[in-house]
C-alpha cells in the first residue's frame, strides 16, 4: 500500500496559555482518531476476509456448476446414444417378426408336404394289404396243386412276408408323420400370424413385449434428454448469476480494501506524529528486531559464513511430499542459526504478539516462530496452523510487508489460522537491508 504523503501545515504560533491548553486535547484526539482508525481497519479486514470467502465459494460454485454442466452433457449424449441403440434395436425385433413369419409359411407348406407324405404311405399299407392277399390266395391254390404247385407256393409266401413288411413299415410312417405334422402344426400355429385368430402365440406375444419395452426405453430417453435440455439451460443460467455475483464480490473487495488503506494511513499518519499509541511499542519493536537481524546477516556476510548470490538466493526448491508446500534456498541453515532468538524475543514484548518472523522479498519464511516451526505431519489442517516454515506467504499482507521499503508498514487484516479458524490482527514491518540491498522485511503479528 503506497501512501498519499501531504504536505505538513505551517506551525501557528499561540500564546503560552492556549498551547497548554490545546497540546492534551490535540493528543487526546489524534489518539482518538487512531483507536477510530483501528476500529475502522478491523471491521475493513474482517468485511474484506468474509467476502474473500465468499469469493472463493463463489468460484468452487463456479467450477461445480461448470462440471455439473458438462456430466449433464455427457448424460443427453448417453440418452440420445440409448435412443439410437433402442431404435436400432426396435427395428431388428421387427425384421425378426418377419423372418418368423416367413419361417411359418415354410413350416406350412412342410406341414402340406408331409400329409400328402402320410397319404401316400396309406396307399402303400392299402396295396400292401392287398398283395397280403393275392399272395394268401396263390398260396391256398398252390397247395391245392401239389408237387406242380409247390414252387409258386414258395413265392407265393414269400410275397406275403414282405407285403406284411411292406405293411408294418408304412404304418410305421403314417404313425411318424402324424407325429410330424402335430407338432409341426403347432409350431406353425406359434409363429403364423393368422389374422382370423385373435389370440396370438407365445412367440408372437414375446416380440411384442420386446417391442413394447424397447419403445419405453426410447420414451423415456427422449423425456430424459428433454429434462437435461432444461436442465443445460438452467446450468447456464446458473453460471451466469453466479460470475455475476464474482464480478460483484471482486467490486466488493476492492472497496473494502479502499477502507482498509484508509484506516492503515490513518494510523501511520497518527504514528508519524510522534504521539505514543497502543501501536508504538510494537512498531519501535519491529523497526528493532528489523535491525539486529540486519546486523547479523551483514557480519554473516562479511565474515564470509555466507555469499551474497546465496543470501539473496531465491531459486526456491520444493521439498517433495508437502503440503502445505514448502521450499528450501540458499540461506536457510543462516536463518536456522540467526533468527530464532531475535525473533522469540520480541515474542515477549506483549501478550499480544502473535508471531515475529523475518521473511525474504518474496515473502519466503526460513525460519518461524518455535511454535511453528513443528515438523509436518499429513494432517493438513493441522500442518496449515502450526507447520508455517520453509513457506512463501505472498498473499496481500505478506507481500506488502516483504517488500516495504520505509521504515515502518503497518496493516490490519485477517489470518486463517487453520481448520476453518480466523483472527483479525495489526501487523508491523520494517524493511531488512543487508549491505546496501533490500533483502526482506521484518514482519511483527500482534492482536487487537
Known amino acids: 500500500m503506497q501512501l498519499i504523503r501531504r504536505p505538513r501545515a505551517a506551525a501557528i504560533p499561540v500564546d503560552p496559555p492556549q498551547a497548554a491548553v490545546a497540546q492534551p486535547d490535540l493528543d487526546a484526539a489524534i489518539r482518538s482518531i487512531s483507536r477510530q482508525a483501528s476500529t475502522i481497519g478491523r471491521e475493513s479486514a474482517e468485511v474484506r476476509g468474509l467476502i474473500d470467502d465468499t469469493t472463493k465459494a463463489s468460484e468452487r460454485g463456479v467450477v461445480a456448476v461448470a462440471s455439473l454442466t458438462t456430466q449433464v452433457k455427457d448424460i443427453n449424449a448417453a440418452q440420445a446414444g440409448i435412443g439410437s441403440v433402442s431404435t436400432a434395436g426396435l427395428a431388428a425385433v421387427d425384421r425378426v417378426r ?19 407324405v402320410a397319404r401316400a404311405a396309406e396307399s402303400i399299407s392299402q396295396i400292401a394289404l392287398q398283395t397280403r392277399l393275392v399272395a394268401f390266395n396263390a398260396s391256398v391254390e398252390a397247395k391245392r396243386a401239389g408237387d406242380a404247385g409247390r414252387g409258386f407256393g414258395v413265392v407265393a409266401d414269400a410275397v406275403k412276408d414282405l407285403a406284411g413288411k411292406v405293411e408294418f413299415s408304412s404304418k410305421e410312417i403314417m404313425r411318424t408323420v402324424g407325429e410330424l405334422d402335430k ?12 389374422p382370423k385368430r385373435a389370440e396370438r402365440g407365445e412367440f408372437h406375444t414375446a416380440l411384442a413385449d420386446v417391442q413394447g419395452a424397447v419403445a419405453s426405453i426410447i420414451e423415456a430417453a427422449e423425456r430424459s434428454r428433454a429434462i437435461c435440455g432444461g436442465l443445460d439451460q438452467q446450468m447456464a443460467s446458473i453460471a451466469a448469476e453466479m460470475g ?20 492503515e494511513h490513518l494510523i501511520e499518519l497518527v504514528a508519524e506524529c510522534g504521539i505514543e499509541t497502543e501501536d508504538t511499542p510494537f512498531i519501535r519493536a519491529a523497526i528493532d528486531a528489523a535491525a539486529r537481524i540486519a546486523a547479523r546477516l551483514e557480519e554473516a556476510l562479511a565474515n564470509g559464513q555466507i555469499r551474497a548470490a546465496a543470501l539473496f538466493d531465491e531459486a526456491y526448491q520444493m521439498i517433495p511430499g508437502t503440503n502445505p508446500p514448502q521450499h528450501t534456498t540458499g540461506f536457510v541453515a543462516l536463518a536456522d542459526r540467526l533468527f530464532p532468538d531475535v525473533q522469540e524475543g520480541v515474542l515477549a514484548l506483549d501478550p499480544k504478539v502473535v508471531f515475529c518472523i523475518a521473511v525474504d522479498r518474496n515473502g519466503y519464511v526460513a525460519t518461524h516462530n518455535l511454535k511453528y516451526n513443528q515438523p509436518q505431519r499429513g494432517d493438513l489442517a493441522w500442518d496449515s496452523a502450526n507447520s508455517r516454515y520453509r513457506r512463501i506467504f505472498n498473499d496481500r499482507t505478506g507481500l506488502a510487508s516483504a517488500r516495504n521499503e520505509r521504515p515502518f508498514l503497518l496493516q490490519t487484516y485477517r489470518r486463517d489460522m487453520g481448520g476453518g479458524q480466523f483472527i483479525v490482527m495489526k501487523e508491523a514491518a520494517a524493511p531488512i537491508r543487508v549491505a546496501g540491498r533490500h533483502w526482506g522485511g521484518l514482519r511483527l503479528a500482534f492482536k487487537f
Not at 418377419?98 to 400328402?116: I, S
Not at 407338432?183 to 393368422?194: F, G, M, N, Q, T
Request: net charge neutral; aromatic share 2%; proline share 0%.
Open 183 to 194: 407338432r409341426i402344426a403347432a409350431l406353425s400355429r406359434e409363429i403364423r400370424v393368422d
Open 98 to 116: 418377419v423372418a418368423v413369419e416367413g419361417v411359418g409359411n415354410e413350416v406350412g407348406a412342410v406341414v402340406t408336404t408331409l400329409r400328402d
Open 244 to 263: 455475476q455475483t464474482g464480478r460483484s464480490l471482486g467490486a466488493a473487495m476492492k472497496r473494502s480494501e479502499t477502507f482498509l488503506d484508509v484506516s
